[in-house]
C-alpha cells in the first residue's frame, strides 16, 4: 500500500491549523443568533484565525437555508442572521497546511435535518482507514441521511487536501460511485455531507464573491492598478480570497478585467435546486493504517 510521507513538522501543521481552527469556531458558533451582522461575523472569524497565529485558507463561509456553499458577505452586506440554517464553513492554514471544518447553527427549527449531516459525517469517519474506497465512504453518508428520511446532495462532495490547495484529489463523494478511489495512509481528506429536504442537487447562482488565481505564477498585466491588485492577490497563492479583502480605485472593474483575462476564477454560490433548506457537517483527517486521526475535532 502507497503510504503518503508527511514529515513531523508537516504532521504538526496540520494539528496545529486544526486546534486553531476549533477554537474559532467555537467562539464563532455562539456569535451566529437571530439579529447578529453576517459580515461582523466573517470578518470576526478571519480576524480571530490570524491573532491565533493562522491564516483563512479560504474566506468565512456563512451560506444560509437554501444555498448549501461559497456564500461569504461582500464588503457593502448590511444583512443580519434570520430564523435560517446557516452553515458555518471555516478553513484555517499553518504554511500552507489546512484544516476545514464546518457546522449548521439551527436558527429556523429544523434540527432533525442538523442531525442528519452530523450523523452522516460521524458515520462516514468510522469508515475512513488506509485501503478503504471513496465510494465506500460515499454509501455510508448517503444510508444514514436516508435514515433520517432526507436526501443527501449528490453534486457536492468532500476533498483531498494538500499545501496550499483546499480542493486536491480525491473527491470524497456523499452517494456510492461506480468508481472511487482508495485511499492511502498519510492522506489528507475533508469529507462533508450535505442533507436536505429537496431534490438533493445544487447549482450555481448568479453571484459571487470568492475567487482564486488560476495559477501561481501569473503573467502580470501591464495596466498598474490591474498589476498591483493581482500581486496582492499572489500572497494568497491559489487559496481561494474574498473580493472584500481588497480595496482601492475601480475594484469591481478590475475584478471583472482579471476574470476577463483568465487570471483569476470566481465560485458562484452554490443553491440547492429547489430552494430546500440545506444542512452540513464537516471535518478534516489525516489517513492511517487502521482509521483517522481527525484535526478538527
Ligand atoms: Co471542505
Known amino acids: 500500500m502507497i503510504n503518503i510521507c508527511h514529515t513531523s513538522e508537516e504532521i504538526e501543521k496540520y494539528r496545529r491549523a486544526g486546534k486553531i481552527l476549533v477554537e474559532v469556531r467555537k467562539q464563532a458558533a455562539k456569535k451566529i443568533t437571530v439579529g447578529a451582522s453576517v459580515l461582523e461575523t466573517a470578518v470576526f472569524v478571519e480576524d480571530l484565525t490570524r491573532d491565533l497565529g493562522g491564516a483563512p485558507a479560504f474566506p468565512c463561509n456563512l451560506s444560509?437555508?437554501?444555498?448549501?456553499?461559497?456564500?461569504?458577505?461582500?464588503?457593502?452586506?448590511?444583512?443580519?442572521?434570520?430564523?435560517?440554517?446557516?452553515?458555518?464553513?471555516?478553513?484555517v492554514h499553518v504554511d500552507g497546511y489546512i484544516a476545514d471544518s464546518a457546522i449548521t447553527i439551527d436558527l429556523s427549527d429544523h434540527?432533525?435535518?442538523?442531525?442528519?449531516?452530523?450523523?452522516?459525517?460521524?458515520?462516514?469517519?468510522?469508515?475512513?482507514?488506509?485501503?478503504?474506497?471513496?465510494?465506500?465512504?460515499?454509501?455510508?453518508?448517503?444510508?444514514?441521511?436516508?435514515?433520517?428520511?432526507?436526501?443527501?446532495?449528490?453534486?457536492?462532495?468532500?476533498?483531498?487536501?494538500?499545501?496550499?490547495?483546499?480542493?486536491?484529489?480525491p473527491g470524497i463523494p456523499n452517494i456510492p460511485t461506480r468508481s472511487g478511489t482508495v485511499l492511502c495512509e498519510g492522506q489528507v481528506i475533508a469529507i462533508e455531507p450535505f442533507a436536505t429536504d429537496g431534490d438533493g442537487k445544487v447549482k450555481n447562482a448568479s453571484s459571487w464573491e470568492i475567487y482564486h488565481l488560476t495559477t501561481e505564477n501569473p503573467v502580470l498585466?501591464?495596466?498598474?492598478?490591474?498589476?498591483?491588485?493581482?500581486?496582492?492577490?499572489?500572497?494568497?497563492?491559489?487559496?481561494?480570497?474574498?473580493?472584500?479583502?481588497?480595496?482601492?480605485?475601480?475594484?469591481?472593474?478590475?475584478?471583472?478585467?482579471?476574470?476577463?483575462?483568465?487570471?483569476?476564477?470566481?465560485?458562484?454560490?452554490?443553491?440547492?435546486?429547489?430552494?430546500?433548506?440545506?444542512?452540513?457537517?464537516?471535518?478534516?483527517?489525516?489517513?492511517?493504517?487502521?482509521?483517522?486521526?481527525?484535526?478538527?475535532?
Open 221 to 297: 498585466p501591464r495596466i498598474p492598478r490591474v498589476r498591483k491588485l493581482l500581486r496582492e492577490m499572489m500572497e494568497y497563492k491559489t487559496l481561494p480570497f474574498a473580493k472584500r479583502w481588497f480595496s482601492g480605485d475601480k475594484i469591481d472593474f478590475t475584478f471583472r478585467q482579471l476574470v476577463k483575462s483568465g487570471h483569476i476564477e470566481y465560485y458562484p454560490i452554490l443553491r440547492e435546486v429547489t430552494g430546500a433548506l440545506v444542512s452540513q457537517a464537516e471535518h478534516t483527517m489525516i489517513v492511517t493504517e487502521d482509521g483517522c486521526e481527525v484535526t478538527t475535532r
Open 111 to 169: 434540527q432533525e435535518l442538523v442531525e442528519a449531516s452530523k450523523a452522516a459525517l460521524k458515520s462516514a469517519i468510522g469508515v475512513v482507514r488506509a485501503g478503504v474506497d471513496t465510494s465506500e465512504i460515499g454509501a455510508a453518508i448517503e444510508k444514514t441521511i436516508h435514515e433520517f428520511g432526507y436526501k443527501p446532495i449528490s453534486n457536492l462532495t468532500g476533498h483531498g487536501l494538500l499545501r496550499y490547495q483546499t480542493h486536491a484529489p
Open 64 to 91: 444560509r437555508d437554501a444555498d448549501a456553499a461559497h456564500y461569504t458577505p461582500g464588503a457593502d452586506d448590511t444583512s443580519v442572521f434570520g430564523e435560517e440554517m446557516v452553515k458555518l464553513d471555516i478553513g
